[in-house]
T-cell receptor, first 116, second 110 residues
Framework: DSGVTQTPKHLITATGQRVTLRCSPR?????VYWYQQSLDQGLQFLIQ???????AKGNILERFSAQQFPDLHSELNLSSLELGDSALYFC???????????????FGEGSRLTVL | SQQGEEDPQALSIQEGENATMNCSYK?????LQWYRQNSGRGLVHLIL?????REKHSGRLRVTLDTSKKSSSLLITASRAADTASYFC??????????FGAGTRLFVKA
C-alpha cells in the first residue's frame, strides 16, 4: 500500500460529459502529480502541484483542469469528454517535489475512465 | 529532454535467467530511479541511485550508473514469472517535472 488513495477506481461515462477524479496523497506529502496512461502506452505527465500551487505542466488538454486543496488532496477535472480520453489516470505524491529531496514518487492504483 | 529512455522496448526471457534493461538520458542528474508497473496497476518504486554512486543493490536488483555516458542499467537476477512487468527509469534533475519514458516490457516465461 503506497498510502496514496484515488477515487473512483472505475468510471464509465458518455462523450461530452464531465468527471472529477480525486487523489489523497500520502500523509505529509506536499506534492501531487497527475499522469494519464492510455492502453499499453507510457505515462503522460499532466500536471504537478506543490502545497496548493501549480508547479509544472505537461501535455494537459485545455478541457482538463486540476487543483490542490488546503488539505493537500487534489482533484483532476475532465470535461467535454471524448472517446480518446479513455485511459488510466494516476496520481502520485512525493514529500517535496520542489526539486530538493530524492523526488521518489508514490503512486495510487489509478482511476480507470471509460468514455463511451 | 528531461526524461530517460529505456531500451529495449520489450524483453522476453525464461524463468531463472537474468534480465538487463538500459536507460539513457541527456542532461545532468541528481539521481535516477527505477519503477515497476504490473499490468494496469500503479507504479512501484524499486531503487534510487544518486549521481555520485556507481552501483547499487537491492535483493535481486542491481543498478549501475555511468554519468559520463549518461546511462544506467537495471539487472534482475534469477528472474521469476512474477517479475513480468513494465520497468521505467526516471531522472531527477532538480526541476519540477517528473517525466517517464515509454518503459521496457519484461516478460518472464515459466
Amino acid at each position: 500500500d503506497s498510502g496514496v488513495t484515488q477515487t473512483p477506481k472505475h468510471l464509465i461515462t458518455a462523450t461530452g460529459q464531465r468527471v472529477t477524479l480525486r487523489c489523497s496523497p500520502r500523509s505529509g506529502d506536499l506534492s501531487v502529480y497527475w499522469y494519464q496512461q492510455s492502453l499499453d502506452q507510457g505515462l503522460q505527465f499532466l500536471i504537478q502541484y506543490y502545497n496548493g500551487e501549480e508547479r509544472a505542466k505537461g501535455n494537459i488538454l485545455e478541457r482538463f483542469s486540476a487543483q490542490q486543496f488546503p488539505d493537500l488532496h487534489s482533484e483532476l477535472n475532465l470535461s467535454s469528454l471524448e472517446l480518446g480520453d479513455s485511459a488510466l489516470y494516476f496520481c502520485a505524491s512525493s514529500a517535496t517535489g520542489s526539486g530538493r529531496g530524492t523526488g521518489e514518487l508514490f503512486f495510487g492504483e489509478g482511476s480507470r475512465l471509460t468514455v463511451l | 529532454s528531461q526524461q530517460g529512455e529505456e531500451d529495449p522496448q520489450a524483453l522476453s526471457i525464461q524463468e531463472g535467467e537474468n534480465a538487463t534493461m538500459n536507460c539513457s538520458y541527456k542532461t545532468s542528474i541528481n539521481n535516477l530511479q527505477w519503477y515497476r508497473q504490473n499490468s494496469g496497476r500503479g507504479l512501484v518504486h524499486l531503487i534510487l541511485i544518486r549521481s555520485n554512486e556507481r552501483e547499487k543493490h537491492s535483493g535481486r536488483l542491481r543498478v549501475t550508473l555511468d554519468t559520463s555516458k549518461k546511462s544506467s542499467s537495471l539487472l534482475i537476477t534469477a528472474s521469476r514469472a512474477a517479475d513480468t512487468a513494465s520497468y521505467f527509469c526516471v531522472i531527477n534533475t532538480g526541476g519540477f517535472k517528473t517525466i517517464f519514458g515509454a518503459g521496457t516490457r519484461l516478460f518472464v516465461k515459466a
